[in-house]
């Protein structure tokens, strides 16, 4: 099971931390990414971090901004989100994945969402 939290409303430029509990399996087991939805667009990859913590893989549109992180005492992923865009605006979701992947099909186990407002 995972629970997301930590969303929402900011100005550009601003900054957020979101948080993805990890519950009911191990935590370094798993691939943990990080994907966001819009309104009518498509579900799309954001960061995701190795079940070792050694890897992470970030969009482009996110590179140099956001920050994905672990902490294993905690089976916690965090998301450091800074410089915030009105783009960045959507339903943030944590997922997790037996495989190293940025596709949302390779993901089978998704937290509810929760919401990124940016405003200009």
């Known amino acids: 099971q995972l629970q997301a939290y930590g969303g929402g409303s900011v100005q550009a430029g601003g900054s957020l931390r979101l948080a993805c509990r990890v519950s009911?399996?191990?935590?370094?087991?798993?691939?943990v990414g990080w994907f966001r939805q819009a309104p009518g667009k498509e579900r799309e990859f954001v960061a995701a971090?190795?079940?070792?913590?050694?890897?992470?893989n970030y969009a482009d549109s996110v590179k140099g901004r956001f920050v994905i992180s672990g902490d294993n005492a905690e089976n916690t992923v965090h998301l450091q989100m800074s410089s915030l865009k009105p783009d960045d605006t959507g339903v943030y979701y944590c997922?997790?994945?037996?495989?190293?992947?940025?596709?949302?099909?390779?993901?089978?186990?998704w937290g509810q969402g929760t919401q990124v407002t940016v405003s200009s």
């Open positions: 997922a997790s994945s037996g495989v190293w992947s940025s596709q949302a099909t390779r993901y089978s186990v």
């Open positions: 009911g399996r191990t935590f370094n087991r798993y691939t």
């Open positions: 971090r190795s079940r070792s913590g050694s890897a992470t």
